[in-house]
T-cell receptor
Framework: KAGVTQTPRYLIKTRGQQVTLSCSPISGHRSVSWYQQTPGQGLQFLFEYFSETQRNKGNFPGRFSGRQFSNSRSEMNVSTLELGDSALYLC?????????????FGDGTRLSIL | AQSVTQLGSHVSVSEGALVLLRCNYSSSVPPYLFWYVQYPNQGLQLLLKYTSAATLVKGINGFEAEFKKSETSFHLTKPSAHMSDAAEYFCAVRVPSGYGGSQGNLIFGKGTKLSVKP
């Protein structure tokens, strides 16, 4: 069974640009979450999507947005990039329902802002 | 609000020695607890989870963790360290959906980097 796939693995952008990251969850998983990982702040929750609806949102500015498609694939968009957006962005998927279902993570997209 | 504290940002052990990584959580309701491991340039891999069944949870690669409600702890242990265990370990908490939590929102500790000396 294929794991969570994130593309691209690496991205280099400049300040002010925008970027779109993609995530394909494990087959059958309907919940997709996004996290930002930085050395200073650690792992921080961005948002979660389930059945094409944002179900939960972390404390990030509106420049960070996402969406989920009918096949559960998800994209995350960051507009007007800032130097502080340089981070590893991780996507995780889990089965819908069922208490205690763990999240399964992809290898991430490393975003560098110049 | 839920939070996770991992004591010790760096832990170093000798190969064959006991591994003990500490995690304390704060939650007003019975939580779900998880341990993940991250190798360089990779995502997080689930080691084990606690979901209110047995308090002693066995995971992959010989790791286990014990849920102690009275101490609000969920420490990770392995009897004998191997060189391949060198990585960063994260403890995470989630509030069950029955208590208003979201399945997709994990709260992570800051992580503990484990070094294994030959």
């Amino acid at each position: 069974k294929a794991g969570v796939t994130q593309t691209p693995r690496y991205l280099i952008k400049t300040r002010g640009q925008q970027v779109t990251l993609s995530c394909s969850p494990i087959s059958g998983h309907r919940s997709v979450s996004w996290y930002q990982q930085t050395p200073g702040q650690g792992l921080q929750f961005l948002f979660e999507y389930f059945s094409e609806t944002q179900r939960n949102k972390g404390n990030f500015p509106g420049r960070f947005s996402g969406r989920q498609f009918s096949n559960s694939r998800s994209e995350m968009n960051v507009s007007t990039l800032e130097l502080g957006d340089s981070a590893l962005y991780l996507c995780a998927s889990s089965l819908a329902g069922g208490q205690g279902q763990p999240q399964h993570f992809g290898d991430g997209t490393r975003l560098s802002i110049l | 609000a839920q939070s996770v504290t991992q004591l010790g940002s760096h832990v170093s052990v000798s190969e064959g020695a006991l591994v003990l990584l500490r995690c304390n959580y704060s939650s007003s309701v019975p939580p779900y607890l998880f341990w993940y491991v991250q190798y360089p340039n990779q995502g997080l891999q689930l080691l084990l989870k606690y979901t209110s069944a047995a308090t002693l949870v066995k995971g992959i690669n010989g790791f286990e963790a014990e849920f102690k409600k009275s101490e609000t702890s969920f420490h990770l242990t392995k009897p004998s360290a191997h060189m391949s265990d060198a990585a960063e370990y994260f403890c995470a908490v989630r509030v069950p959906s029955g208590y208003g939590g979201s399945q997709g929102n994990l709260i992570f500790g800051k992580g503990t980097k484990l070094s294994v000396k030959p």
